[in-house]
């Protein structure tokens, strides 16, 4: 979900060689793109890509689902993302997200505007592993991400308002304060818990 002035933009650049010289060669380019507030080019020979899908299946599956080709051929064609694979990544990213929360958690000591500050800054990970969720089910995820959340947390038991206020807020149509940031928080911290029990215990039948 694009959000202006907010969405950064994720590249992936494919060559034929990547040694340290020629990335020497692009780094004035990446610097920019990167103090213009986007994340690192993501660089792979063909090889690589070919054989990474399996390491990689949520990036790919997003990538599968939702890219624009800048330059060249497409190199999508041939790839697929296993679902064993999927659910492998999906559960240790979910694990991570929940062990990163409750770290913000300790550090945020109780400040509200440090909680909100790393609400903000968690939802847009928290989509991707949704997405994930939504694939593993054999679901075609929302790009609307408040759908999105509304259909994880119906399949989880998750209580979805936590999620959907936080995505509200990063939108900028209803901001949170910071007086509102704990009780958000809190829901939200037990929502990825949640998420976390319903992967640990998914089998394919549902």
Known sequence: EHIVNHSDYNVLVMADELDAPRLRALSDTTRAWSDAGNPPPMMFTEEEWRESSDV??????????????????????????????LRLQLEHEARGKLLALRQGVLASA?????????????????MVVFRAVERLRGQRPSRDNLALVRSVAAAAGVEAEPFERAVRHVR???????????PVLDGYLRGVEAVVRFLDAYTAEG
Not at 57 to 83: C, N, Q, T, W
Not at 172 to 182: F, N, Q, Y
Request: charged share 30%; no cysteine; hydrophobic share 40%.
């Open 56 to 85: 990689f299946p949520m990036e790919y599956a997003d990538m599968l689902d939702r890219h624009k080709i800048l330059f060249g051929d497409s190199p999508f064609d041939g790839i697929r993302v296993d679902r064993a694979d």
């Open 110 to 126: 109780g400040d509200g505007k440090a909680e909100l500050r790393m609400l903000a800054s968690t939802v847009s990970t928290i």
């Open 172 to 182: 900028g149509e209803s901001k949170l304060a910071p007086a509102d940031a704990p």
